[in-house]
């Protein structure tokens, strides 16, 4: 059980650490290199690191959520968590741990079907026009930031399961 929730872990700091570096680094970076008229631009960056960084990005989501599911499954608190005590044993500290597993759920939905799809259209991976490619930049930009804004309450309340929460 113990090699059960570092895999959980392990696989969480890879997912949202490559989230951070999307929003904070990597997009702000491709901004930058595309209003430099005279310098390299950004295609190096879309060719060769944003295809790598999304393979661990999206497989580090389904690893995380699975061992997460797992973990609860193998401790009694699968249904309990995801029905908030209606379907089964609810977790010691109430539904925080209901709360951030939801949270985690919804941040896998937005990486597989929001911010995958829309990102192979961006990166060229699959056709698509110049009207398409601005229509995902926006969709995957704005999934991608909700993604951001979500994970710090996620992380609260994964933590709130085991102690308590913080106020």
Do not use: C
Request: avoid cysteine; glycine fraction near 12%.
């Amino acid at each position: 059980m113990g090699l059960l929730r570092w895999a959980h872990i392990g696989a969480g700091v890879v997912w949202i650490g490559l989230l951070y570096y999307f929003n904070f680094v990597q997009v702000p970076a491709l901004a930058a290199a595309a209003a430099d008229k005279g310098g390299p631009g950004g295609a190096a960056i879309t060719k060769y690191v944003a295809p790598r960084a999304l393979l661990w990005f999206r497989w580090g989501a389904v690893v995380t959520w699975v061992t997460g599911a797992a973990y609860l499954a193998h401790i009694g608190w699968f249904l309990g968590a995801f029905s908030f005590g209606l379907l089964g044993t609810p977790a010691p500290n109430g539904n925080a741990i209901g709360v951030g597993a939801w949270l985690g759920t919804v941040m896998l939905f937005n990486v597989w079907v929001l911010i995958w799809p829309n990102q192979k259209k961006i990166l060229g991976i699959v056709p698509a026009t110049d009207e398409e490619k601005a229509k995902a930049r926006r969709v995957a930009f704005l999934a991608s930031r909700t993604n951001t804004m979500l994970s710090i309450p996620m992380l609260l309340f994964m933590g709130a399961s085991a102690h308590g929460l913080l106020f």
